[in-house]
């Protein structure tokens, strides 16, 4: 099971190499796990967590390309915003509201 996790990581890893050399300083996150997982473009929430293999394999990559790493856009919280205040508005009034 070790050896398939290692593997696992190693390709996740070369696909963040990969688009790394594509997108250069435009490279983010948001962008990059779009690319791998076109189901989370909007990040599932344990993509952010500070044990995610990804957001580490992320963090270490912008520091080997001396830029500071980004916990996240400011596009994806504009975006997880607007959903919260759609989810809100949609949502049925209360009980004698």
């Known amino acids: 099971m070790q050896a398939a996790n290692h593997e696992a990581t190693r ?16 490279s983010t996150y948001e962008g990059w796990i ?3 997982h ?3 473009v909007t990040l599932d929430s344990r993509l952010l967590l500070p ?4 957001l ?10 001396g830029r500071a790493p980004a916990e996240g856009s400011n596009f994806w ?4 915003g607007l ?4 989810t809100s508005r949609s949502a049925p009034p209360p009980p004698g509201g």
Do not use: I
């Open 34 to 36: 779009g690319t791998l």
């Open 11 to 26: 390709l996740v890893a070369d696909n963040l190499d990969v688009y790394l050399r594509r997108n250069g300083t435009a």
């Open 77 to 80: 919280k504009a975006v997880a």
């Open 51 to 54: 044990g995610s293999t990804h």
């Open 83 to 86: 959903a919260r205040g759609a």
């Open 56 to 65: 580490r394999l992320w963090k270490e990559r912008e520091l080997e390309r």
């Open 38 to 40: 076109p189901e989370n």
